[in-house]
């Protein structure tokens, strides 16, 4: 359910994030970055109240995204990890003789417009630091690329699973005996959600093994740690697994 002041929040943050990616100053984009982490997590917050109290209105929806070969794989690890942070669940599919694939999305409406609102500024960071690596010489350079990406997802994604943990605390914390309490409208909504994923793939498989070159898995970990908006975490390492 999307109110006047939840639609204002949200083109704050799209403001934000536009100011964040137009910076070379990297002060400037952190602090960007960082108002508008903390502004996602609230709105998402505020909308689960809203659509909870708003009972029988709101269901998960079905969404997709496009991945887009080169680094498709890649592409597809980042969105599945932040779908996850964000209370969202995600199964990627494959065309057939393809790189290209789709990320397919399960969650309410408010949770995944966040994931597309995130989605395309970590894309950004990712793809623009991972050129910007010096491959070793003796190197593959699509391991060491590959690598570093990996890296980044793991920690960037970390971050908003710290981010979104964080502010589900702080308005628990405020909750008044009166009102609806926060953590049980976020169990609730999980179920729910878990509940639609599961029913409409109810078997899925792990994602195959990469190869990833450890010095650039932790430079890439690095940049992760210093992006700013970034949840549950992925073993986005030599097991990364799709689920």
Not at 20 to 44: C, D, P, S, V, W
Request: glycine share 8%; charged share 30%.
């Amino acid at each position: 359910m999307t109110t006047t002041a939840s639609a204002k929040k949200f083109d704050r943050i799209r403001k934000l994030l536009a100011k964040a990616e137009g910076t070379t100053n990297e002060h400037e984009r952190q602090a960007f970055m960082e108002a508008a982490q903390g502004l996602i997590a609230k709105y998402g917050i505020d909308q689960a109240r809203l659509g909870y109290l708003a009972s029988g209105r709101e269901k998960p929806e079905l969404r997709s995204i496009a991945v887009l070969d080169p680094w498709s794989k890649e592409q597809a690890a980042l969105l599945h990890g932040i779908a996850n942070a964000l209370r969202c669940r995600a199964v990627v599919r494959r065309m057939p003789r393809s790189k290209d694939g789709t990320v397919e999305l399960v969650g309410f409406a408010y949770d995944l417009e966040r994931v597309e609102l995130l989605y395309p500024s970590l894309l950004l960071q990712m793809l623009g630091g991972m050129r910007q690596q010096h491959v070793p010489s003796g190197e593959s350079t699509t391991i060491y690329r590959r690598s570093w990406m990996f890296g980044f997802i793991t920690e960037a994604v970390a971050k908003l699973e710290a981010a979104e943990k964080h502010a589900a605390d702080e308005q628990t914390a405020k909750d008044q005996p009166s009102e609806v309490s926060t953590a049980l409208v976020l169990i609730k909504n999980d179920e729910v959600v878990d509940t639609l994923f599961a029913r409409l793939y109810p078997r899925l498989r792990k994602a195959r093994s990469v190869k990833v070159s450890g010095d650039a898995w932790n430079r890439g970990a690095e940049a992760g740690r210093r992006a700013d908006v970034g949840g549950t975490r992925l073993n986005a390492g030599p097991q990364a697994a799709l689920r």
